[in-house]
């Protein structure tokens, strides 16, 4: 699969070892910067191209690092055809019951729900809030995780993609 990928200064040493784990997992991956370490660069500047490279299907996913994950996926979720989930960490709220009805619930499953129903196309990690070993479970389950294809999924699909 080929894997648009990019950080801000939040992810930077980080998105290293990731690239480094998503080549070995037999992925390409395009990376869109930074190219060095700058602590005052601006999210935007990195996520613009990454984001554009998903919607024009130049990459199959994108894979987008910052300190809270949330700017990252605002500046991804302005280009039109980009679904952007953001993972803050495991976490299974008490009395869940995942989407099979299972009440023993994985603490990643909302990964999955961002796929099955939400068909996201770009996942955004939290650098602040996950270590390196929270983010490759998170990556493994989130691209794992094939589409879902239910009509009402598709149907909300269309409406987020329309011209509004």
């Known amino acids: 699969m080929k894997i648009a990928v990019t950080t801000d ?6 998105l290293v ?10 992925h390409e991956v395009i ?9 005052d660069d601006d999210y935007p500047d990195f996520m613009f191209p990454a984001a554009k490279a998903v919607a024009s299907n130049e990459c199959q996913v994108g894979i987008i690092l910052g300190g809270s994950g949330q700017g990252e996926a605002m500046a991804a979720n302005r280009v039109k055809g980009v679904r952007c989930a953001v993972f803050y ?3 299974a709220p008490e009395q869940a019951v995942d989407i099979e009805g299972d009440k023993s619930i994985d603490r ?6 961002t796929r099955q129903h939400n068909l996201s196309n770009v996942l955004s990690l939290a650098g602040r809030f996950l270590n390196v070993g929270e983010m490759k479970r998170a ?5 794992g995780t094939p589409y879902g294809d239910g009509e009402r999924h598709l149907r909300r699909i269309r409406k987020l993609d329309r011209d509004i």
């Open 89 to 91: 960490g495991p976490h």
């Open 9 to 14: 200064h939040a992810g930077y040493k980080d």
């Open 108 to 113: 990643y499953e909302i990964l999955r729900l």
């Open 139 to 143: 990556i493994v389950v989130w691209l």
């Open 31 to 39: 990376d869109y910067g930074p190219k060095s370490l700058d602590p």
């Open 17 to 26: 070892e990731l690239k480094q784990f998503l080549i070995d997992e037999g």
